[in-house]
């Protein structure tokens, strides 16, 4: 749903429509994390968060994903 390459084109950030938030190197294309974002911010008895967009924070070292 959303893809954000870093700035030096080290990483490629790719968010799934599971809210599954993938980081790949760009060297050899290997999955470097993944992170389920619908466990982090599902609270007991709320329905699915929408993560909309992603983006790298501004001095490169984060990724940052809103929910709505």
């Known amino acids: 749903v ?6 030096f084109n080290k990483y490629l950030a790719c ?7 993938h980081i790949y190197s760009c060297n050899n294309w290997s999955s ?3 992170i389920d974002m619908s466990s982090l911010s599902k609270k007991k008895g709320e329905p699915n968060t929408l993560i909309m967009k992603m983006d790298w924070s501004p001095d490169f070292r984060y990724i940052l994903v809103p929910s709505l």
């Open 15 to 21: 968010l799934s429509s599971e809210n599954i938030v």
């Open 2 to 7: 959303s893809l954000r390459w870093d700035p």
């Open 32 to 34: 470097m994390y993944s």
